[in-house]
């Protein structure tokens, strides 16, 4: 997905831009990049591959090129930034984050009016965050071309731009899918996704940009360039799975939430008569874990951690892009204790069951260490539509998720006519979903949070929260 930070100050800056861009490291794993600028030197910029080697490493031999009152860093899951770009609206360094699903359409639009070229990458993609910058470049003003921009792209776009003169342009996307939000000490204001970020750095909360909110930044304030709508769509994953649990979004922390949508599962299983008798309640690491004890202390059942990830030399951001060697770290992870398994019925709660891959690997790791039982406990609903907002769940066709397939075992055609019946775990058609999928990985039992459950675990309202992933509305 990714995620950025900037910082303007009265002082230099770079090192509070350093740390901030690090603590985005679990939104992306593909670049990482950083641009300063000051009066004497002008722009300072650095970009690094993070497939291999985390964003601190890469960059910290980049610290002492880079300084100024103004900086901007961003962790990448695509395209290489930040860019720098000169055009009749300015010299400046850009910074997105999103989904551009019409770029090609953008672009040959652009060719057709007399743009003369894009820079093409390996596999012939361009990159987006040059097209978002031609978008806004089309246009009088840095302000109306950034409005153009949200308007323009089919997806979503959150985007920080840091100009000449001191100054941070940031703009939430159109629906507020992902957050934006400002920080402010002594000497000046930082831009950031997680809140925690700018927290760690002595940074105080300023607030969250609203849906499609496009504000001036510099040492001394903040300034509206263009109001926010009243319309947000703001994406439940952010609480379920992306976000840090340290974090908030529209006042409602991680942790928290996922302490609450744990204590809403078990509720339900209770209700439902589908509690288990079990030794022991575990999360899947990591975001699984606070689901779990909130599980735990509502159901009264103990919690406890049957297997560890091992994450010192292999976090998220220094994975290999090799399949194979990925497949095989993923099992290197998961270190088990024994006296946790052997003989135990186990209930595990994970963030979500997207394509299963992952999840049939956990499964036969807890048996061939001498698990008893395994219950699943999925944290949201069964994923029905790959996400055309962001990247969670992208694929190339929904067959790719793991219910669609089910479902298309299981009926055919005919039951794709039919997700909202098999989302519900009530139905006769949710039952077979759930029963099949338990048959297929060995679970003893298995159950989904439901919709109305994990909206009522955020807290915000329903039509506040993006649930496309889930029932296809949008």
């Given at each position: 997905?990714?995620?950025?930070?900037?910082?303007?100050?009265?002082?230099?800056?770079?090192?509070?831009?350093?740390?901030?861009?690090?603590?985005?490291?679990?939104?992306?794993?593909?670049?990482?990049?950083?641009?300063?600028?000051?009066?004497?030197?002008?722009?300072?910029?650095?970009?690094?591959?993070?497939?291999?080697?985390?964003?601190?490493?890469?960059?910290?031999?980049?610290?002492?090129?880079?300084?100024?009152?103004?900086?901007?860093?961003?962790?990448?899951?695509?395209?290489?930034?930040?860019?720098?770009?000169?055009?009749?609206?300015?010299?400046?360094?850009?910074?997105?984050?999103?989904?551009?699903?019409?770029?090609?359409?953008?672009?040959?639009?652009?060719?057709?009016?007399?743009?003369?070229?894009?820079?093409?990458?390996?596999?012939?993609?361009?990159?987006?965050?040059?097209?978002?910058?031609?978008?806004?470049?089309?246009?009088?003003?840095?302000?109306?071309?950034?409005?153009?921009?949200?308007?323009?792209?089919?997806?979503?776009?959150?985007?920080?731009?840091?100009?000449?003169?001191?100054?941070?342009?940031?703009?939430?996307?159109?629906?507020?899918?992902?957050?934006?939000?400002?920080?402010?000490?002594?000497?000046?204001?930082?831009?950031?996704?997680?809140?925690?970020?700018?927290?760690?750095?002595?940074?105080?909360?300023?607030?969250?940009?609203?849906?499609?909110?496009?504000?001036?930044?510099?040492?001394?304030?903040?300034?509206?360039?263009?109001?926010?709508?009243?319309?947000?769509?703001?994406?439940?994953?952010?609480?379920?799975?992306?976000?840090?649990?340290?974090?908030?979004?529209?006042?409602?922390?991680?942790?928290?939430?996922?302490?609450?949508?744990?204590?809403?599962?078990?509720?339900?299983?209770?209700?439902?008569?589908?509690?288990?008798?079990?030794?022991?309640?575990?999360?899947?690491?990591?975001?699984?874990?606070?689901?779990?004890?909130?599980?735990?202390?509502?159901?009264?059942?103990?919690?406890?951690?049957?297997?560890?990830?091992?994450?010192?030399?292999?976090?998220?951001?220094?994975?290999?892009?090799?399949?194979?060697?990925?497949?095989?770290?993923?099992?290197?992870?998961?270190?088990p204790i024994r006296e946790l398994i052997e003989g135990k019925k186990l209930l595990m709660v994970d963030d979500s069951i997207v394509r299963g891959t992952q999840l049939q690997e956990t499964v036969d790791f807890l048996y061939s260490n001498g698990a008893e039982e395994v219950h699943m406990r999925s944290a949201c609903p069964p994923i029905m539509y790959g996400c055309k907002y962001l990247n969670f769940s992208r694929s190339n066709s929904d067959m790719d998720l793991l219910a669609r397939r089910v479902i298309q075992e299981i009926e055919g055609d005919e039951g794709q006519d039919h997700l909202d019946e098999y989302a519900d775990g009530t139905s006769e058609r949710?039952?077979?979903?759930?029963?099949?999928?338990?048959?297929?990985?060995?679970?003893?039992?298995?159950?989904?949070?439901?919709?109305?459950?994990?909206?009522?675990?955020?807290?915000?309202?329903?039509?506040?929260?993006?649930?496309?992933?889930?029932?296809?509305?949008?």
């Amino acid at each position: 997905m990714g995620g950025f930070f900037g910082a303007v100050s009265r002082r230099d800056c770079v090192l509070d831009v350093f740390f901030g861009t690090d603590y985005h490291s679990h939104l992306g794993t593909k670049r990482g990049g950083m641009a300063s600028w000051d009066r004497e030197s002008g722009f300072q910029r650095a970009i690094h591959s993070i497939e291999n080697t985390p964003f601190r490493t890469k960059m910290e031999s980049e610290l002492e090129a880079l300084h100024g009152g103004i900086c901007i860093g961003c962790i990448s899951d695509t395209d290489p930034q930040p860019m720098l770009m000169r055009s009749h609206l300015g010299t400046y360094a850009l910074v997105i984050t999103g989904r551009v699903n019409n770029a090609d359409e953008l672009v040959e639009e652009f060719l057709g009016n007399g743009h003369s070229q894009f820079e093409v990458r390996s596999g012939g993609n361009i990159n987006c965050t040059e097209l978002v910058a031609a978008l806004i470049n089309s246009q009088p003003t840095l302000a109306e071309g950034i409005r153009y921009a949200q308007e323009r792209v089919d997806g979503s776009l959150c985007l920080l731009l840091m100009k000449e003169g001191e100054e941070l342009i940031a703009a939430r996307d159109r629906l507020g899918r992902l957050p934006i939000l400002i920080g402010r000490n002594k000497d000046g204001y930082c831009v950031s996704f997680e809140s925690f970020a700018y927290q760690k750095l002595g940074y105080e909360d300023v607030r969250d940009l609203g849906p499609a909110e496009i504000v001036r930044i510099t040492a001394d304030g903040v300034e509206v360039l263009s109001p926010p709508r009243k319309e947000m769509r703001i994406c439940a994953f952010l609480w379920s799975y992306y976000g840090y649990p340290n974090s908030q979004y529209e006042g409602v922390n991680v942790e928290t939430m996922r302490y609450r949508n744990g204590q809403i599962m078990a509720d339900y299983d209770r209700e439902q008569n589908l509690s288990q008798d079990v030794d022991c309640v575990s999360g899947v690491p990591d975001s699984g874990i606070a689901h779990a004890v909130g599980y735990s202390y509502k159901s009264g059942l103990p919690f406890a951690r049957p297997f560890i990830k091992y994450t010192p030399t292999w976090p998220r951001s220094f994975m290999p892009s090799n399949q194979a060697v990925r497949n095989q770290i993923a099992k290197m992870k998961m270190i088990p204790i024994r006296e946790l398994i052997e003989g135990k019925k186990l209930l595990m709660v994970d963030d979500s069951i997207v394509r299963g891959t992952q999840l049939q690997e956990t499964v036969d790791f807890l048996y061939s260490n001498g698990a008893e039982e395994v219950h699943m406990r999925s944290a949201c609903p069964p994923i029905m539509y790959g996400c055309k907002y962001l990247n969670f769940s992208r694929s190339n066709s929904d067959m790719d998720l793991l219910a669609r397939r089910v479902i298309q075992e299981i009926e055919g055609d005919e039951g794709q006519d039919h997700l909202d019946e098999y989302a519900d775990g009530t139905s006769e058609r949710g039952c077979a979903l759930r029963q099949r999928i338990a048959e297929m990985f060995g679970f003893t039992s298995l159950e989904y949070q439901s919709l109305d459950g994990l909206i009522q675990a955020i807290g915000l309202p329903r039509d506040c929260i993006c649930t496309y992933c889930w029932n296809g509305k949008e």
